[in-house]
């Protein structure tokens, strides 16, 4: 600590501790009072964000149960993230279980969005949660006014989200759409963390489509905007991309790649930081397109296609997480049973690898360190005597987790 508070102002100031880890960082603050505001400012928050995370450096790996975070370069010992929503107690033969889950929303500038909601106790319970692993802070939302309807309506077909940075406003945003059986309209709803609350938008007029709506539709966040695959009307039909802006809060469409064959279903994500959609044929094979330039349709590139029986295992539309430093490899996930596998763009091979001691995931992603602040957030509490990354070590103490 002492040979660092002698490093000239100019040389910290400049960029040395904007390429820092966080942990790092968040042990600095207590060197002296000109770190500490340093490191508190909202410019080398920013700074931080972007230097730091300009190539991938871990992944986090989802499921309703858990959530864990391992190193890129060798997907091995993964280590299990304390989240907002974990629940112990000894077990007690007369107990109720009752049904509790975690459900990712969206993640953006290190921060994830998470919703749990007691479908047993009170289904009208659904709470959220802006949560930044690195600094263990979280931030619950308010509730928003339709829950009620929307949980105990039978017309409800599905709740759409999307979670964003809107970069005018300094403000970071959750959209949640709500649609309806045999229905265009559907109800829209958005919530500003800047003003701690939710307000009714004007309805989207189109549908999500099936296969983004099976893989549980989540925007896609890019460019200040959250994509997804639509259908104009009620019956199944091309999908197009709609974007909505979250700082101007408009729609808008983004053209598609140029398809030969538009038999397919199709999920959407990203990849290197641009768009990227996934073509599912009829579980032969899959194309995957990325959109070089934002917003112009001649930049679709078709970056490799796959056959979806390779080594005589199957893996059925595989969604990419991100590319190898070198950028020779992709990093790809199962949707059914979420493996992790290389795909060498060189070679155009694949090769299959697994998490050890990570129970089968829903969804995978980059994941990027930050500093950034919630507001009146609070701690995510850490049971003593949990190893983090031996699951089975406080299971076998007397301690369950409840479902």
């Known amino acids: 600590m002492s040979d660092i508070s002698k490093l000239p ?16 960082l968040l042990r600095f603050r207590c060197v002296s009072k000109h770190y500490c505001s340093l490191i508190d400012s909202p410019k080398f928050i920013k700074s931080q964000l972007l230097k730091y995370n300009l190539n991938p450096k ?19 010992n993964p280590i299990l993230l304390h989240h907002p929503f974990e629940i112990y107690h000894k077990p007690n033969p007369s107990d109720t279980p009752f049904a509790e889950r975690a459900n990712l929303l969206g993640s953006c500038n290190g921060l994830i969005c998470l919703l749990r909601a007691d479908l047993v106790n009170d289904p009208s319970c659904a709470k959220i949660v802006f949560w930044n692993p690195s600094t263990r802070k979280y931030y619950k939302l308010p509730s928003c006014e339709i829950d009620l309807a929307v949980h105990l309506s039978n017309i409800i077909e599905y709740e759409v989200y ?3 940075y809107d970069d005018v406003n300094d403000d970071y945003k959750l959209l949640r759409i709500t649609q309806f059986y045999n229905e265009v309209r559907n109800k829209v709803r958005i919530y500003s963390l800047k003003s701690d609350s939710w307000r009714r938008l004007d309805y989207c007029p189109f549908r999500f489509a099936t296969a983004d709506l099976a893989a549980g539709p989540r925007g896609v966040f890019i460019e200040g905007s959250l994509h997804y695959l639509v ?6 039909g091309i999908a197009r991309i709609y974007a909505f802006h979250v700082g ?9 790649p140029p398809f030969s064959d538009m038999s397919f279903l199709g999920t ?24 070089d330039n934002y917003g112009v349709k001649e930049s679709w590139t078709k970056l490799f296609s796959v056959a979806q029986y390779v080594d005589a295992r199957n893996f059925e539309c595989p969604t990419p997480i ?20 290389w795909y060498d763009l060189r070679l155009k091979k694949v090769k299959f690898t697994c998490l050890p001691d990570v129970l089968m995931f829903c969804k995978a992603f980059v994941f990027e360190e930050s500093l950034v ?3 009146h957030a609070a701690n995510v509490y850490s049971k003593q005597g949990w190893r983090k990354n031996k699951r089975d070590d406080f299971l076998s103490k007397g301690f369950k987790l409840v479902l």
């Open 373 to 375: 602040k919630l507001p």
């Open 58 to 76: 871990s992944i986090i790996t989802w499921n309703t149960l858990e959530i864990s975070s391992v190193e890129l370069d060798s997907l091995d």
């Open 231 to 236: 259908n104009k009307k009620l019956s199944c």
């Open 162 to 164: 999307g979670f964003g």
């Open 268 to 291: 959407m994500d990203k990849l290197g930081g641009k768009l990227c959609l996934i073509c599912s044929y009829d579980k032969s094979h899959m194309d995957v397109w990325v959109m």
């Open 9 to 24: 102002p100019e040389l910290i100031d400049g960029g040395i501790f904007s390429r820092l880890p966080v942990k790092s």
């Open 248 to 256: 101007t809060e408009e729609y808008h469409v983004v053209p598609h």
């Open 322 to 341: 991100t590319f190898s430093k070198d950028g020779k490899q992709v990093l790809l996930q199962q949707i059914i049973g979420g493996n992790l596998l």
